[in-house]
């Protein structure tokens, strides 16, 4: 099964832009559809962005449509997700994963922090 490491989290200032990149192992990478996933403070996990198998699909929560971009590169193996216009809410610690259940196992994911 596919093993997934997530990284580019960081702090920074509302407004700024960051780039989060997730990494799988496997062979079968390119037969999944995959999902960004955030989860903040005394909140639920919500699945924020998701991508078919191609790339050629995607979808957005409304709370971050129109802000972050989620994207793939199957030769590369990788998911990513940019988000401008980060906002305090955005704060959360963030997960890829496959966008539907069963999860798998979801790691220790990266730390988004946005200040005021």
């Known amino acids: 099964q596919v093993q997934l490491v997530q990284s580019g989290g960081g702090l920074v200032q509302a407004g700024d832009s960051l780039r989060l990149s997730c990494a799988a192992s496997?062979?079968?990478?390119?037969?999944?559809?995959m999902g960004w996933f955030r989860r903040a403070p005394g909140k639920e996990r919500e699945l924020v962005a998701g991508i078919s198998r191609s790339g050629d699909n995607a979808y957005y929560a409304s709370s971050v449509q129109g802000r972050f971009t989620i994207s793939r590169d199957n030769a590369k193996n990788t998911v990513y997700l940019q988000m401008n216009s980060l906002n305090p809410e955005d704060t959360a610690v963030y997960y890829c994963?496959?966008?539907?259940?069963?999860?798998?196992?979801w790691g220790q994911g990266t730390q988004v922090t946005v200040s005021s």
């Open positions: 994963n496959i966008p539907v259940p069963p999860f798998r196992p």
């Open positions: 496997g062979r079968t990478f390119s037969s999944y559809a």
